[in-house]
C-alpha cells in the first residue's frame, strides 16, 4: 500500500488539463498522472482515491496492475491524457469509476456493467458461501433470479463446471 504526501495547506492538485504540454505528452509519466488524479479525488472528498485513480488508469490504457509497476515512469500519449481527463472530470461529478469503465472485475472475471448494476464486493462473500454450500455435491444446481450482471451465476458455474444454473432477470 502506497502512502501520499497531502497536498500543502491552501493548495490543490493542478487537474490534469491545466498542466504544461512540453516534451513527451505534457511530462506526465503513468504513475505521476495516477497521482495527479488520486489528489484531485481525495481534495474533492471522494472515497478510494487512489484505488479509483489506478483502476481508471489501468482501464483506460489497457495495462495491468504488473505493466503498471514495471512502466510507470513511461510518458502517456496525447490519446491517454484526453480520456484519463475526461474520466477524471467524470470521477469528480460523482461517476463511479466502473460505471465510467462499462466494466467490473468480479472474482478474477470481468463483466459489462453498462446496463445493470455493478457487482458488489458482498456478493464475492455470498459466492463463497455458495461454493462452500455446494462442495459435496457431485452436480449441484442453482437459480439466480434477479442476476443483473450474471456475476453471480457465471462466477459460479466457472468455479464448478460440474453445476447447472439458471440465471435470470426482468
Known amino acids: 500500500m502506497s502512502v501520499q504526501k497531502p497536498p500543502l495547506p491552501g493548495t490543490s492538485p493542478v487537474p490534469l488539463v491545466q498542466r504544461p504540454r512540453s516534451g513527451p505528452y505534457s511530462g506526465l509519466t503513468l504513475r505521476s498522472a495516477k497521482r495527479f488524479m488520486a489528489r484531485q479525488f481525495d481534495a474533492a472528498g471522494l472515497p478510494f482515491a487512489d484505488e479509483d485513480a489506478l483502476d481508471l488508469l489501468l482501464g483506460l490504457t489497457g495495462l495491468s496492475r504488473a505493466d503498471y509497476v514495471m512502466r510507470g515512469t513511461e510518458f502517456i500519449t496525447a490519446e491517454q491524457f484526453a480520456a484519463l481527463n475526461v474520466a477524471a472530470e467524470q470521477r469528480l461529478t460523482g461517476t463511479p469509476a466502473d460505471r465510467i469503465l462499462g466494466w467490473r472485475d468480479f472474482y478474477?472475471?470481468?463483466?459489462?456493467?453498462?446496463?445493470?448494476?455493478?457487482?458488489?464486493?458482498?456478493?464475492?462473500?455470498?459466492?463463497?458461501?455458495?461454493?462452500?454450500?455446494?462442495?459435496?455435491?457431485?452436480?449441484p444446481r442453482f437459480i439466480d433470479l434477479g442476476t443483473g450482471s450474471g456475476a453471480l451465476a457465471v462466477s459460479l458455474l466457472c468455479e464448478r463446471p460440474n453445476a447447472t444454473g439458471l440465471a435470470?432477470?426482468?
Do not use: M
Open 108 to 139: 478474477g472475471r470481468r463483466f459489462d456493467i453498462t446496463n445493470v448494476l455493478s457487482p458488489r464486493g458482498d456478493t464475492e462473500v455470498l459466492l463463497l458461501a455458495a461454493l462452500a454450500a455446494i462442495k459435496e455435491s457431485s452436480a
Open 168 to 170: 435470470t432477470d426482468c
